[in-house]
T-cell receptor, first 116, second 112 residues
């Protein structure tokens, strides 16, 4: 099973709402990622969890709050978002660490978020 | 970080080989080149990667020049389903783990 699943597929929320995006993988991967992708732009890295610990936060505003409850799950909690936060949010996973010489990130299909 | 440069768009006739170039002139000796593609509104999909030898798998071939400053992804028989944005990425190490930084990519259109 090389699948990364994300829910929901689509989400519309108001600027005062609180919502969460969910990501799950069962490949035994120990690194998980959140990316943000605006229309016609490449994916931009937001957060990296390595062995359930937050290792990278690419200067993301605090209205985005990641959480890694266990090695298979990754959440992104959203609060007080702005319309410019509307984008495709992608989750990815990889085996993790530097011991492996080869490396591949597996991506989920994404959640299309619209902030009104 | 090693940067990559790709043409913004390319066309290819269905059934012909698609050759997608990438420049990575600042690549370091131990950095790998990765190729991903993203079909409209889907997550990126891994295609192939290499260090200095040419590589081939069931999806594509990767040709890396001897000086490693450029590479070419080859889709041997392009189909309409290969229409996508193709990203050439130099893997980097950040905070003790490998990361991928996506550039602007090449939008490949396969024409019937």
């Amino acid at each position: 099973d090389t699948e990364v699943t994300q829910t929901p597929k689509h989400l519309v929320m108001g600027m005062t709402n609180k919502k969460s995006l969910k990501c799950e993988q069962h490949m035994g991967h120990r690194a998980m990622y959140w990316y943000k992708q605006k229309a016609k732009k490449p994916p931009e890295l937001m957060f990296v969890y390595s062995y359930e610990k937050l290792s990278i936060n690419e200067s993301v505003p605090s209205r985005f709050s990641p959480e890694c409850p266990n090695s298979s799950l990754l959440n992104l909690h959203l609060h007080a978002l702005q319309p410019e936060d509307s984008a495709l949010y992608l989750c990815a996973s990889s085996p993790g660490g530097l011991a492996e010489r080869t490396y591949e990130q597996y991506f989920g299909p994404g959640t299309r978020l619209t902030v009104t | 970080d090693a940067k990559t440069t790709q043409p913004p768009s390319m066309d290819c006739a269905e059934g012909r080989a698609a050759n997608l170039p990438c420049n990575h002139s600042t690549i370091s000796g131990n950095e790998y080149v990765y190729w991903y593609r993203q079909i409209h509104s889907q997550g990126p999909q891994y295609i192939i990667h290499g260090l200095k030898n040419n590589e081939t798998n069931e999806m594509a071939s990767l040709i890396i020049t001897e000086d490693r400053k450029s590479s070419t992804l080859i889709l041997p028989h392009a189909t309409l389903r290969d229409t996508a944005v193709y990203y050439c990425i130099v893997r980097r190490v950040l905070a003790g783990s490998y990361q991928l930084t996506f550039g602007k990519g090449t939008k490949l259109s396969v024409i019937p």
